[in-house]
């Protein structure tokens, strides 16, 4: 629990566990492991455990892990479950903002890389990460997070019969990968991209 971002003293969630196996299992899940091990390790909790209190950990351990192995559907899906618990995640809401504009989930990308901005926005960091490393990981993140919901916006212009549609989503791509190339300048699929968004807009 953190009462305010001064007074950062939090249990670790461990601690709440009052099932000795299912601590175990629990704290097993962060001791990094080959992608199929953490896989294995995350299915066999949420098996074992269906009535846990801590299942948006287990489900995002094991959609980490598929995305890792390149099992994006079945990453998806267990990303969905997490983010049904715990909503508010935006580390993981930037990898699936960033999977899903991959394979051109388009509306869904974008909805999540814009939650995920939102969220970086509201929310202090998270506990398990140094103060001094956030502003630099937050960059970060808020670049993937626009870059997902650019490319996703310039697929739907892509896409799109409708010159005028097309325009405005193309539009919207490059104000979305202005922001990402802002947060990360170092980035040449952001600039490249930024580039066809432009071409696409007409703005030559």
């Known amino acids: ?3 305010s971002s001064k007074n950062r003293n939090p249990a670790t969630i461990a601690d709440q566990i009052s099932d000795p196996d299912e601590r175990a299992a629990f704290l097993d899940l962060y001791r990094h492991t080959a992608p199929e091990e953490m896989l294995a390790k995350s299915e066999a909790f949420l098996e074992k455990f269906p009535q846990s209190a801590f299942l948006a950990q287990a489900y995002e351990v ?3 892990s598929c995305f890792d ?3 994006f559907t079945e990453g998806l899906h267990y990303t969905e ?3 049904k618990f715990l909503p508010e995640n935006p580390l993981l809401l930037v990898s699936v903002a960033d999977i899903q504009s991959h394979q051109r989930i388009n509306e869904s990308a974008i909805a999540n890389g814009r939650l995920a901005i939102e969220y ?3 929310f202090s960091r998270p506990a398990t990460v140094q103060e001094k490393d956030w502003p630099a990981l937050k960059s970060k993140l808020k670049a993937s997070a626009y870059f997902a919901v ?3 916006l310039l697929a739907e212009a892509a896409d799109s019969a409708n010159q005028q549609k097309q325009t405005k989503l193309a539009t919207d791509s490059v104000v979305a990968l202005t922001q990402a190339r802002g947060f990360n300048a170092d980035d040449p699929e952001i600039t490249y991209l930024l580039g066809l968004a432009q071409l696409t807009s007409g703005n030559l």
């Open 62 to 64: 094991a959609a980490r």
């Open 150 to 152: 650019g490319r996703a």
């Open 69 to 71: 192995l390149g099992r």
């Open 120 to 122: 970086l926005d509201r």
């Open 81 to 83: 479950q997490s983010l």
């Open 1 to 3: 629990s953190v009462i």
